[in-house]
């Protein structure tokens, strides 16, 4: 198919006010957990997500577990795999797919996960138990960072928008790549050996043209996932494996499209109507031909895509935050947030998050490899710079990974949450004051 800007830009458009709207209600899912977990149901709180088993067992094959953990493991690689469907897309024809356009939010995305690694080192250091959290602070929430910057509503550039989202997806991609490379405990390479035949035969019927999802969601599930879920290689990698495999071509070109698709309507217009609420077998033959043309038109990947989007913005999303942001204050607040793993994390997401995104991004412009995105200041960029220092989703996600200690990971939690706050606020008034120095200055 030929490239659409128009529609492109109308599928932008529709991904990021998704995005933005999941993105309020993840923050309100987050602020019940909070509360939840500090009120008198505190118990049936850690009952519900921690204590209640749940699953199916077949013999000595048991998958009888935590819902904490099949939220975590399942759902999550759900949402991986939602992950994986959308770097493909943005790489083949999207802000990724060349390298003037990809060269400034992938840089960006390095370094704003380069330099939050190595603040977090840097203030850890003298407690060497700390410092496997240093993956925590790389990480950036999408939907909340849209979801406020939504907010703004036209103050800001559409451009601006589409920059933090590429940049964004760039952040997924190396935190998928965090995950796997470092925050894999021990290995079942038999298990792992199985899970990468059964992805060589998703590679296989991609490239025979099979295009039917059933068949991936089947060979992916039972063959890839489960064999990762075993191998001690997180499932939720297996997630983004399989979304590369998904077929993204089309099986009709775009002119073949019109000019069949025209014809098929030619011939309905000219098929006498039988006054009758039901269709005549020729209109019904006719209406069959154009499902299948537009089957033939779509891509197996924008399909899965844009049925997905919805259910892991609007429902894994938050549940995954309703189970997994209910800290519960048990000590003093003011020494949790003191705590060496608590300010490396705010201090990796709030300044290094900063400082990483907008060097990077400077250095791409000053190399002349790569240029500000059309109607877009380099006070925006600042701005976005600290929005991206939302870590929440992600950054918990790769807590849960990060540490074994259970207070720990209370620490690390409320280091986020209150890094994630203090980057929005600043976030959001750099670019509520520089909108409306714009203004002024116009």
């Not at 940049?167 to 995950?179: E, Q």
């Not at 039972?222 to 399989?242: D, E, M, R, Y």
Request: aromatic fraction near 12%; proline fraction near 3%.
């Amino acid at each position: 198919m030929t490239n659409n800007k128009p529609l492109n830009s109308f599928i932008i458009t529709r991904y990021i006010n998704e995005e933005a709207y999941g993105g309020l209600i993840l923050i309100a899912a987050a602020i019940a957990a909070i509360v939840w977990a500090n009120s008198s149901f505190y118990d049936f709180y850690t009952y519900l997500w921690y204590d209640l088993q749940v699953g199916f067992a077949f013999g000595d094959f048991n998958m009888i577990t935590s819902l904490h953990y099949w939220i975590n493991d399942g759902l999550m690689a759900m949402f991986f795999f939602m992950v994986g469907l959308e770097i493909k897309r943005e790489v083949m024809n999207g802000e990724l797919s060349s390298l003037k356009k990809a060269s400034m939010p992938i840089a960006a995305a390095v370094g704003g996960m380069l330099i939050p690694a190595v603040i977090y080192s840097v203030i850890v250091f003298q407690n060497p138990e700390f410092l496997d959290g240093w993956g925590v602070p790389m990480a950036t929430d999408i939907a909340f960072a849209l979801g406020l910057l939504a907010m703004l509503g036209k103050k800001v550039n559409i451009n601006l928008k589409i920059f933090l989202t590429a940049l964004a997806i760039a952040d997924d991609l190396g935190a998928v790549m965090v995950i796997a490379f470092f925050y894999t405990d021990s290995i079942n390479y038999t298990d792992l050996m199985i899970g990468g035949f059964f992805l060589i035969i998703l590679v296989i019927a991609n490239l025979s043209g099979i295009r039917r999802t059933v068949f991936y969601a089947v060979v992916g599930f039972v063959g890839v996932w489960l064999a990762f879920f075993f191998s001690g290689v997180h499932a939720t990698i297996a997630g983004v494996l399989i979304a590369f495999t998904i077929p993204a071509r089309t099986k009709i070109n775009e002119f073949e499209y019109i000019k069949r698709m025209t014809s098929c309507l030619m011939e309905f217009k000219k098929v006498e109507p039988n006054n009758s609420v039901l269709l005549t077998e020729k209109q019904a033959h006719l209406i069959t031909e154009i499902e299948d043309l537009n089957n033939k038109a779509h891509t197996p990947l924008q399909k899965l895509e844009h049925a997905l989007h919805p259910f892991t913005t609007y429902f894994i999303l938050p549940v995954f935050a309703l189970s997994n942001a209910g800290v519960h204050i048990t000590g003093s607040i003011g020494n949790m947030l003191i705590h060496p793993i608590s300010l490396g994390i705010i201090g990796g997401l709030v300044l290094g998050k900063f400082l990483g995104i907008s060097f990077f991004a400077r250095l791409m412009v000053w190399l002349k490899i790569s240029k500000l995105p059309e109607g877009v200041s380099w006070q925006q960029i600042y701005g976005v710079s600290f929005l991206a220092g939302i870590g929440f989703t992600m950054s918990i996600f790769i807590s849960e990974l990060a540490f074994k200690d259970p207070s720990h990971k209370e620490i690390a939690k409320v280091g986020i949450m209150a890094a994630s706050l203090l980057s929005a606020t600043i976030g959001m008034l750099w670019l509520s004051l520089g909108s409306k120095k714009a203004q002024a200055d116009n």
